[in-house]
């Protein structure tokens, strides 16, 4: 019997897939494929995954356990007034449903981070673990020479776990295969904003966390296929509401509170989910030295997020302002996990510079596991009801 599933929906099925494993079978299933080959996760803040890669190994985005995992033992290990990420992190680990990673790697995003990394070298002795620290200063001779050693360390030590040495070649190799990715993804979002009925954030997502388990080549031809199909049918186009979603780059906000939002009348035209897929901004040359140029693109080049130091507070927010204004977006939702620090800190600082350039705004906080999403869309409905009554034009 053939399938009637239309190009785009077979696309989102497959990434559908991927979102519920939790066991991650499409990992396994790339290890078992060549006997030998590694796989090194990562809490997907941001990572030089370029350094993985280059490696031979497969970078594995680490976001939790969602919805649809029940944290026990992982509760035994947090208080209940911290997030529930590092919890049901924990959980998967405890479980054996991380036991293909060969390693992990935990960014700097925040002290309860931080702690999850020692922890995990105390749980699991028999596997690589770094803490990746980034510079707080962001001049090249200090912050840029900091963070080249602490990359320097990272390329030796994957040099060992795989029994070489990462040379030069591998690694311009393998930023040139992220430039790519991260173009398409940059193709998906400007598409997205010009055509937010075509390509609904819940399906973005979901392209969005395939890319945390697949390959970055596979991911790339996913994404530009996703595009050509979606462009094919056209969908009907509705009057709603044009927002941007500020505070989820950690905690990821469960696939149906996106939803939900959507449904409320809310066309989501930026946000900041996984920004390890987008935290740099534009190409990074590969045919210089990877390193220098991997440092040099993080300090002038990446992202503005609360989970990266702010070196100037007269910046503050404006980064968040060129998303709306960029995206034609007409309000921003403030949607963070509860308990996160960094998300909450600087929400307030964002509001004023929101409110002083009389863009509406709306916030509110969840949790992985969030399962109350009717007052979610209801308070989402009447931000897009009052932009569309009453904002300025």
């Given at each position: ?33 060549k006997p030998g080959r590694k ?48 919890r049901s992190t924990i959980e ?123 390959p970055p080549e596979d991911h ?174």
């Amino acid at each position: 019997m053939l399938s009637t599933l239309s190009p785009v929906q077979k696309i989102i099925d497959r990434c559908t897939v991927l979102f519920e494993d939790l066991d991650f079978k499409a990992v396994q299933e790339w290890k078992a494929a060549k006997p030998g080959r590694k796989a090194i996760g990562y809490m997907p803040v941001y990572v030089p995954r370029e350094l993985i890669h280059a490696a031979g190994m497969l970078p594995v985005g680490i976001l939790g356990g969602g919805d649809s995992l029940e944290v026990i033992q992982g509760d035994a290990y947090y208080q209940s007034y911290i997030c529930r990420i590092p919890r049901s992190t924990i959980e998967l680990g405890l479980t054996g449903r991380l036991d293909c990673m060969d390693g992990m790697l935990f960014p700097s995003i925040c002290d309860v981070i931080r702690n999850l990394s020692g922890m995990w070298q105390i749980l699991f002795k028999d596997k690589y673990v770094k803490y990746i620290d980034v510079p707080q200063n962001y001049i090249d001779s200090i912050g840029g020479n900091f963070y080249i050693q602490e990359m320097q360390t990272l390329r030796e030590d994957l040099g060992r776990l795989r029994g070489s040495e990462v040379t030069d070649a591998e690694l311009n190799a393998s930023i040139a295969v992220y430039n790519e990715n991260r173009v398409a993804i940059d193709e998906l979002y400007k598409y997205r904003a010009a055509k937010p009925w075509q390509a609904p954030t819940s399906e973005v997502y979901l392209l969005l966390r395939a890319g945390m388990v697949l390959p970055p080549e596979d991911h790339t031809v996913l994404v530009r296929e996703y595009l050509k199909a979606t462009e094919a049918v056209p969908r009907p186009k509705r009057d709603n509401a044009r927002v941007v979603i500020n505070g989820s780059f950690c905690e990821q906000p469960p696939l149906a509170l996106i939803k939900s939002i959507e449904m409320s009348g809310c066309y989501i035209v930026d946000d900041d989910f996984m920004l390890v897929t987008r935290w740099l901004l534009d190409e990074v040359p590969a045919n210089a030295s990877p390193l220098d140029e991997l440092s040099k693109a993080f300090l002038h080049r990446s992202a503005t997020s609360a989970a990266k130091y702010d070196t100037t507070q007269a910046e503050k927010g404006m980064f968040l302002l060129k998303q709306v204004k960029t995206r034609g977006a007409e309000g921003v939702i403030f949607a963070a996990p509860s308990f996160c620090d960094p998300a909450l800190l600087e929400r307030p600082m964002l509001q004023d510079v929101m409110a002083k350039n009389q863009v509406p705004y709306t916030a509110f906080k969840y949790a992985e596991n969030t399962g109350q999403m009717a007052p979610i869309r209801e308070q989402a409905g009447t931000f897009a009801d009052s932009i569309k009554l009453w904002s300025v034009k």
